[in-house]
């Protein structure tokens, strides 16, 4: 059966973003918790998956007044 939604590769093959590590500094970010940023937000994690450190640039800290 052909997949016509979710994740894919740039080669086509479908992906689970469940399996990409959630790096620490997505855990205290706002944008964690928002449903309307966890497309962006996982091909963030999925872009950066191989890298040293972690980078994101929407990144909004959620305990900061």
Do not use: V, W
């Not at 994740?7 to 959630?22: A, C, E, R, S, V």
């Not at 964690?32 to 909004?60: G, P, S």
């Amino acid at each position: 059966m052909e997949h016509i939604s979710g994740y894919f590769h740039d080669d086509g093959t479908p992906f689970n973003p469940d399996l990409i590590p959630k790096p620490q500094l997505c855990l205290s970010c706002i944008n964690d918790e928002d449903e309307n940023q966890e497309i962006l937000c996982n091909l963030t994690r999925l872009d950066q998956k191989n890298e040293k450190e972690f980078k994101c640039y929407a990144y909004l800290n959620k305990y900061q007044k």
